[in-house]
């Protein structure tokens, strides 16, 4: 029973996926051959314990390093309007996070403090 | 005591759905409320950096304090063994109950984040007077749920003693926590004071009653059950005693602030020229909700009357909520000393202005709504009501 | 057919991700940012600050605040009023009721080594690390406002409304409670508190009170300084001279 549902949610999961808006950097990266996510299915299922997990070292224990930082995930997987060469929000509809998680229909409370786009004077 | 029957009120007449419809309406706008605060932000509130806990927090402390008091009449049944109370003791623990819980649903709907309540399960920092309530008030329902059970459950009436005992105990000790939650505060002038929590106690069993006597008084009349004098006087006698032991512990603790000179600019304040919480801790707190229900319950012009007892009752919980005002707000709006010995010219100080906003009133009002909701209906689901109060029904067991 | 997931798979299903996870976290770098500090801050260090009220001029203080404004992003609110906008430091001037004098000082998170914020919070949203530095995790904070009750420096401020464009390094958001952070980004990276780089004089010090070689010690055992509230021991991170 529960393998039958494995199957089932990773079909979903991986339907959710198959039309999912990368994001530039992370578009061309993967255009370009490199291996960035060693594993796929991995980060996609287990990014918020990665995150959950740095977070609680960098704001408690001044652990500041790049590994699973929200900061790389913002830069790498955001789209930029080409006509008034603007940011979209990660989180905005249609965008990198929200497009699965509204899929899902899990709610992403990452974005109420966090800065949805690369910090101002970088392109 | 056997021959005291329990029933269901019937609940189909158009005052009963005319009464829960009234009531519906009130908690609908309170989650209108609390919705529209949730979405904008605190800012369409008249809560500030400086007063932190506003309105909403008058009633949800008002609730919480009264749920433990409306638990008193149970307890009196249960630890000092009086039978006369017996019959009110399942009454006695619905009313509480659903105080706890509309109490608390007012101060989970006006945090800043209500939909991290599952942190607060999760995370206890033990050193937290307010993490401690949390375990507190949970324990509450527990205790006083099982406490019901005994009640109903013929079986195990025998032990429903006890667990009054337990639950007694554990009333005490929650108000004790909801007083500390001021009483620790060592940064407000008019917190910081260990009487707070001795006090809360005190004013749990005065709202609390007065709370109980106007569900009995009202619940008997609308479903036509006979209340006798002997219980609705010996309620009336309590109340009387207890709104006095209110006023003696606040004028014991407003002196004690009085004796000490860092306190005294507090104290002036609230007492003399504080303006609007002063008018309301004079006229409000000490005439409107202490002297004149102690006149109506004790002069003999009006002893007796239960119009007039439910008068002081109503006039209790005002003079309450009004005295939670004072030391809620009166307490943050008094600026703190920064530094003694000096004056501070600007950047900080000078009284706090706040005035509610109407969505803060309506989420505190929502809340009391809730209370009366869920007594009503439960009381036509369970046999909470005994079927006669009836002076030869209680006196003759 | 199985219809629970036994013991045994469980674990061998979770170890192959464990191992899994291990490998991709070797595997994950971005783009380098200056850094950084790799280990836990230990409270072999304790930061501190300085303030001398002689030496610090009120123009001093507004360009401390408005460095503060523009390190971390507050004070552009657009709902909120005037006592509803965070205030992270502020400008204080007080007389002394018997000599009559004036000081000028800024007032921030005095940086507790006993913080009352962090005592009431009940679930440890309020913290203090290892060195000393008093934040609020806003992943953990409701919103209840306990701490700002609690705090005797009015030091706290709780967001009263949504906010976009947030700097990156200072996530702050609706609902919850903020305040002076000491810059532990920039500290964490060796660097001064954006208030401390502001004034050019050393009328502000910021630095590890427990280092004997540092300037801030070596002044604070020269010159007479003060805590603010001394009277309720929490002895504070951040000292005063001059008033």
């Known amino acids: 029973m529960n393998r039958l549902l494995i199957v089932f949610l990773t079909l979903l999961v991986s339907s959710v996926f198959a039309h999912t808006n990368l994001g530039e950097q992370a578009s061309s990266i993967k255009a370009s051959g490199k291996v960035f996510h060693e594993s796929i299915s991995i980060i996609r299922k287990i990014h918020p314990e990665f995150l959950r997990h740095k977070r609680d070292k960098t704001l408690r224990q001044g652990v500041r390093t790049d590994e699973y930082s929200l900061k790389g995930c913002v830069s790498c997987h955001v789209n930029k309007d080409k006509t008034n060469n603007q940011y979209y929000s990660v989180d905005k509809k249609g965008q990198f996070c929200s497009d699965c998680h509204e899929q899902v229909s899990v709610s992403l409370d990452c974005f109420s403090c966090h800065r949805t786009i690369p910090k101002e004077g970088s392109l | 005591m056997s021959n005291i029957r329990f029933e269901q009120i019937e609940g189909k007449s158009l005052g009963f759905y005319a009464l829960v419809a009234g009531l519906g309406g009130l908690v609908l706008a309170a989650l209108g409320s609390a919705y529209y605060m949730e979405h904008h932000g605190h800012f369409v509130t008249g809560m500030s950096n400086r007063i932190v806990w506003g309105m909403p927090h008058v009633f949800a402390l008002f609730l919480i304090v009264t749920a433990s008091g409306a638990l008193n009449v149970a307890s009196i049944s249960s630890v000092f063994n009086k039978k006369l109370y017996k019959p009110l003791s399942r009454l006695s623990g619905l009313v509480a109950l659903s105080l706890l819980a509309s109490g608390l649903m007012v101060l989970v709907l006006d945090l800043g984040h209500p939909d991290r309540l599952i942190v607060v399960m999760t995370e206890y920092n033990f050193k937290s007077i307010f993490a401690w309530n949390i375990i507190l008030y949970n324990g509450f329902f527990v205790v006083v749920a099982v406490y019901l059970w005994l009640l109903f459950e013929r079986r195990m009436n025998k032990f429903s003693r006890k667990a009054g005992l337990v639950a007694f105990g554990w009333r005490l000790i929650l108000t004790t926590g909801t007083g500390s939650i001021f009483g620790f505060l060592v940064a407000k002038q008019a917190y910081d004071a260990v009487i707070m929590a001795p006090m809360f106690i005190i004013m749990s069993f005065a709202f609390g009653l007065a709370f109980f006597i106007l569900i009995l008084i009202s619940s008997c009349q609308w479903t036509n059950r006979p209340l006798g004098d002997a219980v609705v006087n010996r309620l009336s006698n309590l109340l009387g005693v207890f709104v006095a032991a209110v006023m003696y512990f606040v004028t014991v603790y407003h002196l004690g602030n009085l004796y000490l000179a860092e306190n005294t600019g507090v104290e002036n304040f609230i007492l003399f020229d504080g303006g609007i919480y002063t008018k309301l801790f004079w006229y409000g707190q000490i005439i409107l909700g202490g002297f004149i229900p102690m006149a109506l319950i004790y002069h003999p012009a009006t002893k007796g009357n239960r119009s007039m007892l439910g008068l002081a009752s109503v006039l209790i919980i005002i003079g309450g909520l009004i005295q939670l005002y004072v030391i809620i707000i009166g307490g943050q709006a008094y600026p703190m000393e920064l530094f003694p010995g000096k004056e501070i010219l600007e950047g900080y100080g000078g009284v706090a202005q706040y005035s509610a906003s109407l969505p803060e009133i309506f989420l505190g009002i929502g809340g009391v709504a809730l209370a009366i909701i869920a007594v009503t209906f439960l009381v036509k689901f369970l046999a909470f009501l005994p079927e006669s109060l009836a002076d030869n029904v209680v006196q003759n067991k | ?243």
């Open chain 3, 1 to 243: 057919m199985n219809k629970t997931l036994n013991r045994r798979d469980f674990i061998k299903t979770t170890s192959a991700t464990t191992i899994g996870v291990a490998t991709v976290a070797s595997g994950i770098t971005l783009t380098t940012f200056a850094s950084t500090n790799k280990v836990p801050v230990t409270n072999e260090k304790r930061w501190g600050m300085l303030i001398d009220t002689n030496k610090l001029t009120e123009a001093g203080i507004d360009g401390m605040v408005s460095a503060c404004q523009e390190e971390q992003g507050w004070g552009s609110e657009l709902h909120s009023t005037g006592s509803q906008k965070p205030g992270w430091i502020k400008k204080l001037k007080v007389k002394d009721k018997a000599t009559g004098k004036v000081s000028n000082l800024a007032l921030m998170c005095q940086h507790c080594e006993e913080p009352p914020c962090v005592d009431v919070c009940p679930t440890n949203a309020s913290m203090k690390r290892e060195d000393g530095i008093v934040l609020v995790d806003k992943h953990l904070c409701i919103g209840c406002r306990y701490c700002m009750m609690a705090c005797p420096y009015d030091a706290r401020s709780f967001v009263h409304e949504a906010l976009r464009n947030q700097k990156e390094h200072m996530p702050r958001g609706k609902g919850t409670v903020e305040s002076c952070t000491m810059c532990v980004h920039k500290v964490d990276k060796g660097e001064v508190p954006a208030c401390v780089a502001s004034v050019n004089s050393d009328a502000v010090i910021f630095g590890d009170l427990y280092d004997a070689s540092s300037k801030i010690n070596q002044t604070l055992r020269t010159v007479q300084s003060a805590q603010i509230r001394a009277d309720l021991n929490l002895n504070t991170g951040v000292r005063y001279s001059g008033i």
